[in-house]
């Protein structure tokens, strides 16, 4: 049974960078596509960006110009940086599977990692 | 973007009642070549990450108990919970895969009555 278990700083400043890991356990990353969704505090869901084990990549336009995607197959991860942080960032932030035939149906995902942006 | 609208934002009802979610997408869901509709339904626990039901409008996950399903084409679609339990009591989203971004409804939150 495939699991993802992100990690985070918990906390970032305003104007840095995030980085955020989604480490893939009892399976591996290829022949899949792999999401990042985040969820402010008692809010929705937002569809960040996706990654094929390919590395083709899509990101939502909201997010395109701060986001940026990326694999690491050798130790079984895929990533997401967010620059240029503000307060509207702070969520928890999921990372997902995509099914085999279909990218966005999310049939696997982390416990999430809460990011709180603040000074 | 496709705009995802649920309705009713939240609903109670007495255990083993049925209860019925609507969502409506802003363009039509449904892709002409293989006839599917691309339109997902996910379960929401306090404190957990959301959890597949229903894909391609009508198709029940594995494990997904009966007493779930999903219906509708286009434009317009209904999740229903034949008989609630007090495990469903939730925040259900709908999310649309047509086209990316990919884009979920607002949530609407079932509680027992």
């Known amino acids: 049974q495939v699991q993802l278990q992100e990690s985070g700083p918990g906390l970032a400043k305003p104007s840095e960078t995030l980085s955020l890991t989604c480490s893939v356990s009892?399976?591996?990353?290829?022949?899949?596509?792999w999401s990042w969704i985040r969820q402010p505090p008692g809010k929705g869901l937002e569809w960040i960006a996706y990654i094929y084990y390919r590395g083709n990549t899509d990101y939502s336009p909201s997010l395109k110009s701060r986001a940026t995607i990326s694999l690491d197959t050798s130790k079984n991860q895929f990533s997401l940086k967010l620059t240029s942080l503000i307060a509207a960032d702070t969520a928890v932030y999921y990372c997902?599977?995509?099914?085999?035939?279909?990218?966005?149906?999310?049939?696997?995902w982390g416990q999430g990692s809460l990011v709180t942006v603040s000074s | 973007d496709i705009v995802m609208t649920q309705s009713p934002d939240s609903l109670a009802m007495s255990l083993g009642e049925r209860a019925t979610i609507n969502c409506r997408s802003s363009?039509?869901?449904?892709?002409?070549?293989?006839?599917?509709?691309?339109l997902a339904w996910y379960q929401q626990k306090p404190g957990q990450p959301p959890k597949v039901l229903i894909y391609?409008?009508?198709t029940r996950d594995s494990g997904v108990p009966d007493r779930f399903s999903g219906s509708g084409s286009g434009t317009d679609f209904t999740l229903t919970i034949s008989s609630l339990q007090a495990e469903d009591v939730a925040v259900y989203y709908c999310?649309?895969?047509?086209?990316?971004?990919?884009?979920f409804g607002q949530g609407t939150k079932v509680e027992i009555k």
């Open positions: 999310h649309q895969y047509y086209s990316t971004p990919w884009t």
């Open positions: 997902a599977r995509g099914t085999v035939t279909v990218a966005g149906i999310f049939d696997t």
């Open positions: 363009q039509s869901l449904l892709y002409s070549s293989d006839n599917k509709n691309y």
């Open positions: 391609w409008a009508s």
């Open positions: 009892g399976g591996s990353i290829s022949g899949y596509y």
